[in-house]
Structure formats: structure tokens, C-alpha cells
């Protein structure tokens, strides 16, 4: 279902204005939930976008329920401060047959990332947390770690021998990928190979159960050394309540998530008032490799899982986002100093190999929580040296243009299908810029 309501293309007061568009589109009760925090509406023209090419981007995405790629989707684009566009598109649910919403709940996997990395950032401001510091500081267990390099033999087999890390695992080596550890889930050999015959993510554990199973398992490359894309941020998750003394959704809550009026962010939802509102792809979309299926939000979990376990809406995501726009501040509230946030979001991976699946691609360096954009050119996608992004397995995702003041947030469930509809979005949201 494509919703074209016209109220949404014209600017509204501040106060009212965006109240009464949703209230017309949503109904009273969402649309003081979805309202609540964001920024007013704008009108495309007066913020620097062209409105009949946003209108064009949405046509794609209704163009993507009917071909039956999607189910459903939301899209929001913030600039300079006001929202030029939030619409939703197609089902929430498409075996129920409702329709999107626009304070719908998605997985939105490693879009937690980010959140995580803010979270051990704060420590750091707090002066409890040091990048520097190993992680067996924190996680004892990480101290004798031995690192799996593949071997083979005249007769052509491969085996595993074990070598020491030449240095400790920093904390900062977990929030840029830098750590040696992986994913067993992503491309094939040996020490992928270990993590996923370990079994380690098959029962409900918690973060320090997580913690202790990872660090028996090989590294795949030395610390410091190559960009691996891994269960680093589970481990920051575990970092971060031994500093804080906390579980890391209390203190994600008290720090990020409360002050930010990010109420629907969590790592299940727990009111079965909720259910209805949680966004579901199509029945035969629910895999995103290696026997890995979306998980059921509606189950209570153990596992605060910092690299991919949150629940979120749009609308909780862009009260995030507005705060890394705005220099670590939002109503007032100061999450981050803007020195840190430059810090995060500058590339912290130069020199490094890129791993077996580098995933920020050609043109993107990697930094706290986010790839970075290096120049203009180099990158198949359009963008803005120093624009930052990230995206969730479901196929969720954002990026960060801080030179237009713009982010951009899409909601899908949809893993097989999130790559080329990433691509054309960005194409197309940046054919819309007019300055």
C-alpha cells in the first residue's frame, strides 16, 4: 500500500504541524507516540530537496512490495534539522495483511551497532573506559588468546595450527573490526568453520556466557591487523558492564535510550500491546545465511546482544541520528561531546588488510561503529567525503551526510532482497539533492 496523502508534501508549524499530519494519516494514539521528539516537517524545496524525485524514491519502494521483494518499508529523510519526508509503504505484516505503519518495530540486527559503540564511548568520556586498554582487562578470558592460521599439506589438506597474538586485543580494536575475531556465517574456512561447529549462539546465554565461549575459539587474524567483521560489539556489550557495573540495556537505557525518548528501542518486545506494531517479511524471506533466521522479538532473551539484538522504529532511530547530526546533543540533552563524534566517525582502519568480505566496499574506511567515507569518488554508491552509514542483516539501514546536515533512514525486513534496494536508494535520494 502506498500511502500519497498530500498533507505530507506541504510545510507544517512546528508544534501542530506534524501532530496533525500524522494524526490524518495514522490515527491519534500513533501519531502522539510516532511524533513525539522529531524534528518539524519541512517541505523538500525549503531544505534543498527536490520533492517530485523523493515522490519517485517512494514509487520504488511500492514498485518493490508489488514485484514481491518487500513486504513493506518505511523512509525518512532528515536535513538541516527538519524532516523532508517519512512515508510508509506496503504490509507490516504480510500474512496478516496490514498495513505499514509508521511506528512499526523492526530487527534492526547491526543498526545496534552503532548504539553499542555510542554506549562505550560515554564510558570513555567518563573516564572509565580506555581505547587503548586490552580486553582482557575486562574479559580475563581474552588474555591466552591464540590466533588460527590454515596450513597445508604436500597432499593438498588444510588443518588449523594456533600461533599467539603478537599484541593484546584493544578496546578499540572491538569498535572498528579490528579485533581477529569473525563471524562464522560470512564466506567459508577453518576458523569460521570452528565458530559456527562450536554451537556457542544455540542456547540463550548471557553476554559474559558469549564472551567467555568466543575467546576459546581461534582469531582469524592477528589483533590491530586486518578488518574482519565479527562478534566484536558482542564483546563491547560485555566491555561495557564491567565498566559500567550495569547490563548493557540499563545502561544503554539510562544514557541513550531515555534521554533520547527512544522508548520503542529495545532487545525484545516486551508488551503484548506491541505485538501487533512488529514488522514481518514475506514467509519465505526469513534466512540471512548459514541456517541464520530472524529471530522472534516476542521471546524474553538472555543475550543482550550489542552487535545486532535491538528492536527499534524510524522514528526512534532518527531521534539517534539527530543527536550524531547535531554533535552528540538533542533537546538540550549532551549524549557526546561533537569532538568524540568527529573522533568515531573519522577512519580508524588506514594501513589495515581488509579482511575475507569487506564489507564498507571501495571508497569507505571503517571507524568507531561506522564506515566512513574516504573521498567523493572511488565508491560505486553516491555520497560525501566523511559520510557515515551502517545497515542490519533484515535490511534495515541509514547513512549520515554531515556536510548537507542529512541522514536517511529505510526500514525493511527483507535479507534477501537488501542489497540492490540499499543501492537504489541512494542513487536516488541523491538525485534529489538540490544543494
Known sequence: MLNTSPIRWKALPAATGIALALALTLGPATAQRAATGLPATATPESVGLNSARLKKVVEMLADETKAGRLAGATILVGKQGKIALFETIGELDPTKKTPMTRDAIFRIYSMTKPITS???????????????????????????????????????????????????????????????????????????????????????????????????????????????????????????????????????????????????????????????????????????????????????VKYESGGGGLMSTTSDYARFLQMMINGGTLDGKRILSPATIRYMTSDHTTGMGLGSAYLPGDGYGFGLGFQVRRDDGMSPIPGTKGDYAWGGAAGTAFWVDPERKMYVIMMIQAPKHRTPIRTKLRDMIYSAVDK
Open 118 to 300: 555510542v554506549a562505550a564511548m560515554m564510558l570513555v568520556e567518563d573516564g572509565k573506559l580506555f581505547l587503548a586498554e586490552p580486553v582482557a582487562k575486562y574479559i580475563p578470558e581474552f588474555a591466552d588468546v591464540k590466533v588460527g592460521v590454515e596450513q597445508k599439506a604436500a597432499d593438498g589438506k588444510i588443518t588449523l595450527a594456533f600461533e599467539p597474538a603478537r599484541r593484546p586485543m584493544t578496546v578499540q580494536d572491538l569498535l572498528r573490526h579490528s579485533s581477529g575475531l569473525t563471524y562464522g556465517f560470512f564466506g567459508t574456512g577453518l576458523v569460521k568453520k570452528a565458530y559456527v561447529d562450536s554451537g556457542f549462539l544455540s542456547k540463550d546465554q548471557t553476554n559474559e556466557e558469549l564472551s567467555k565461549a568466543l575467546a576459546k575459539l581461534p582469531l582469524m587474524h592477528q589483533p590491530g591487523s586486518n578488518w574482519e567483521y565479527s562478534h566484536a560489539t558482542d564483546v563491547l556489550g560485555r566491555v561495557i558492564e564491567v565498566a559500567s557495573g550495569q547490563t548493557l540495556y540499563a545502561f544503554m537505557k539510562a544514557r541513550i535510550l531515555d534521554p533520547l525518548g527512544m522508548k520503542d528501542t529495545s532487545f525484545f518486545v516486551k508488551d503484548e500491546k506491541d505485538f501487533p506494531r512488529i514488522a514481518e517479511p514475506h514467509p519465505t524471506d526469513r534466512n540471512f545465511g548459514a541456517g541464520a533466521d530472524l529471530f522472534d522479538p516476542r521471546k524474553p
